[in-house]
């Protein structure tokens, strides 16, 4: 079952949802790391030290851009 009041920390800045001190102000989180080679972390993955654009940049379905 899961936890009630978990907090994230993210430090994707450029995420419309990444909030003071590197908290996720998401009310619902999904991360997806299908086609993920299994031997590789996460963070090595995306658009290596640009900002995250997609999605998929940061295996975080949850992603959204920041507006403007």
Do not use: H
Request: charged share 30%.
């Amino acid at each position: 079952m899961p936890k009630k009041d978990v907090q994230v920390k993210c430090y994707v800045d450029s995420c419309q949802y990444w909030d003071q001190n590197n908290m996720c102000d998401a009310d619902l989180i999904e991360v997806d790391n299908q086609g993920v080679n299994q031997n590789m972390e996460i963070g090595t993955l995306g658009e290596g030290f640009a900002e995250a654009k997609t999605s998929k940049a940061t295996y975080c379905r949850t992603f959204t851009p920041k507006r403007k």
